[in-house]
């Protein structure tokens, strides 16, 4: 059974780069605009891991990871913040809301790719 990544980022073409990469590599993919969608759809769905950009409008990448956090269904969902945001301080935003890993775009897709392996539920 494949496993389920949800890939939250409200620019359409880096959501289709990381969806990309990721099927080829087997994984089955969810797609959210920000976070605020990215709750809704969560809702009655198991994904296995979160990849999320960090500045969306509605809902942030860093609120987005704060709420995830607070649902009791996805509290230990692993989170790969995958941004064009590079301040340290951010990043320990990003960390401290519960983040596992910060990949500055433009990435490398086979760098995305260990990251998830490392870091996606059993």
Known sequence: MSK???VV???K???MLTKTALVRAGYEVLEAFDGQDAV????NTKVHLIICDVNMPNMDGIAFVKELKRLPTHKFTPVIMLTTVGQEDVKQQGQEA???AWITKPFRV???LVAVSKFILP
Do not use: C, H
């Open 13 to 15: 073409s880096w959501r």
């Open 9 to 11: 980022d409200d620019s």
């Open 98 to 100: 519960g983040a596992k």
């Open 110 to 112: 086979e760098r995305m």
């Open 40 to 43: 809704n759809k969560l809702e």
């Open 4 to 6: 389920t990544i949800m």
